[in-house]
């Protein structure tokens, strides 16, 4: 399975969105500092994530929630007590 998932930072509160093949690894990787990209930020919650069998389909919603405001804005506004 691969994962796209989205972390909250207890820190600054701003949001993370990655994509993994093992969602507890990369999870424990991000709140042990070792993700450079997210290194300062750590603490993580978990807030949200989906699975997928296709690498090729995570990689895509993991670039569209990135790139593409309206993606990531819809995805807030359906989840907005599990992101908040």
């Known amino acids: 399975m691969f994962y796209v998932y989205i972390l909250k930072s207890k820190r600054d509160h701003k949001l993370y969105v ?48 990135k790139k593409d405001g309206n993606a990531l804005a819809q995805l807030k506004r359906r989840i907005a007590k599990s992101i908040g």
């Open 18 to 65: 990655g994509s993994t093949n093992d969602l507890r690894r990369r999870f424990a990787e991000h709140n042990k500092g070792q993700v450079r990209s997210t290194k300062s930020r750590a603490p993580f919650e978990l807030r949200y994530y989906e699975a997928y069998f296709s690498e090729e389909d995570a990689r895509h919603r993991e670039h569209s929630l």
